[in-house]
């Protein structure tokens, strides 16, 4: 242990001595700042605080991985090539120990360099809150921004069951009614013989490259969702919600949500109630509000449920069909159950993990290629894995296709990509940090940390084990 810490001293110091380290606290936090400065979200600064903060943080962060994966190639492959590296491995140290005290090395200069970046940002919100004009937005701070709520969200599992029984019977239907339609014109052919075949030819659906049935099954499901999330008037919808009272620190709980009509210009007025476990009613409130944009309903903490499941009820009063995008984050619950700095320390934690994971993968493969090739690969993966979700929506559009020789091959491919870059994919924790949204980490260990903990290992041990069964007295020069 002695010996693998004395390597990363050295590694971290040598960076410093160079110059490099300096040079990447500087640009990465003057970046922060030009990048906290140039952003803009209006007149409100709660507004104003939380783009900038997310921008910053986004641009920053994306800057110093990038940087971090250039120190890892250039700490272990640079030495490699140039010989270096034959001088500290004759020492009475082994090599698997050299490659984790470079790898400590580097983290420790990640994990500086990400607090340089949020010094940077706080001082910059420090200067934006003492210049605002407005004392009673800077007030409004105390609870909203200094602060950070829980983010709840319903328990879609008994809407989505009966979603995917009304849609498989819609596509039994449809295809009875495609069958039906087929032999429609096959009767309509041979009742008018074969020369009037070519004058009428038979309808043919061409086309499983221009999507015309996969699009007609995506946009069949989504009429679907829809139609189960229409509240007619004078009806009641009512959602699930999971939540920890104990947890809850604020005098309110929030209550978030957006809602579509078929008239914009017309207000629409119902009644929102939270029932416990038994179907008792705690609370109730009217409201009356324009569709299309965003709303805000304080409910008070001492009326909500003690239990961990509550339900969330909305009645209809006014005229109109109601729908709320519960599929895209259009129905949630926000409570208050810790602050900033908490909110911040859970923050680093995930972004130390990531950065963790990018340093061991530099290095990983900086120990079985060239420069070149590791600085290329790592990259790579990296970018890879930042689009990971326009790859799984692609997946998704894929599911809907025939499934033809072509679409497994496609998605085959896309999941091997995915399946690789998977443990170098960034968790959503900056935006929810931005957002004033507290970072659930339980939840996220939860679901990520087996994977993450395999990933790592996975790197960790390929790494230093290339590197000490790898005859490096035969490469060449770079």
Request: hydrophobic share 45%; charged share 20%; aromatic share 12%.
């Amino acid at each position: 242990m002695k010996k693998m810490l004395s390597v990363a001293a050295t590694t971290l110091k040598l960076l410093f001595r160079g110059g490099a380290a300096w040079g990447l606290l500087i640009i990465s936090s003057a970046f922060a700042v030009f990048i906290f400065f140039s952003a803009s979200a209006g007149d409100a600064l709660i507004d104003e605080l939380r783009i900038r903060v997310e921008y910053s943080l986004y641009a920053s962060s994306t800057l110093l991985n990038l940087a971090l994966i250039y120190f890892s190639c250039v700490s272990l492959r640079k030495e490699i090539d140039e010989r270096r590296f034959h001088t500290i491995s004759a020492a009475p140290v082994r090599r698997s120990v050299i490659w984790l005290g470079k790898f400590l090395g580097v983290l420790s200069l990640g994990a500086i360099s990400f607090l340089t970046i949020s010094l940077s940002i706080a001082v910059s919100s420090v200067f934006l809150i003492y210049g605002w004009t407005r004392p009673e937005q800077v007030a409004e701070l105390k609870s909203d921004f200094y602060r950070a709520y829980h983010k709840c969200e319903p328990d879609l599992t008994d809407l989505e069951k009966q979603v995917a029984a009304t849609y498989a019977e819609a596509l039994v239907q449809m295809e009875n009614r495609k069958k039906a339609e087929k032999r429609h014109h096959e009767d309509e052919g041979d009742a008018n013989g074969s020369d009037d075949e070519h004058a009428h030819p038979k309808h043919q659906h061409h086309g499983n490259w221009e999507g015309e049935e996969w699009r007609s099954r995506k946009n069949l499901l989504a009429e679907i969702r829809k139609s189960k999330q229409i509240i007619a008037p004078g009806t009641t919808a009512k959602w699930n919600f999971k939540w920890v009272p104990e947890s809850n620190r604020g005098e309110n709980v929030m209550l978030r949500f957006k809602f579509y009509t078929n008239s914009k210009r017309r207000q629409s007025e119902g009644v929102w109630s939270v029932l416990d476990e038994n179907g008792r009613k705690m609370w109730s409130g009217g409201f009356k509000g324009y569709p299309f944009i965003e709303h805000e309903l304080k409910i008070p903490s001492k009326f909500m449920p003690e239990t961990r499941v509550f339900t969330l009820a909305y009645k209809e009063i006014s005229p109109t069909y109601v729908i709320f995008p519960v599929y895209n984050k259009g129905l949630t619950i926000l409570y208050d159950d810790s602050g900033l700095l908490e909110n911040f320390c859970v923050l680093f934690i995930f972004a130390l993990a990531h950065m963790a994971v990018l340093v061991a993968l530099a290095l990983m493969f900086s120990a079985m290629f060239s420069y070149s090739v590791a600085v290329f690969s790592t990259i790579s993966l990296y970018t890879v894995a930042s689009f990971s979700s326009f790859f799984h929506h692609i997946l998704a559009d894929l599911s809907f296709h025939d499934q033809t020789l072509s679409t497994r091959l496609f998605a085959f491919i896309i999941q091997s990509g995915l399946w690789l870059a998977e443990g170098a994919k960034e968790l959503p924790v900056k935006y929810l940090f931005a957002q004033g949204v507290s970072i659930p980490i339980s939840e996220l260990v939860g679901e990520n940390a087996a994977g993450f903990i395999i990933y790592l290992a996975f790197v960790v041990v390929v790494g230093t084990a290339t590197l000490t069964r790898k005859e490096i007295d035969k490469i060449l020069q770079a």
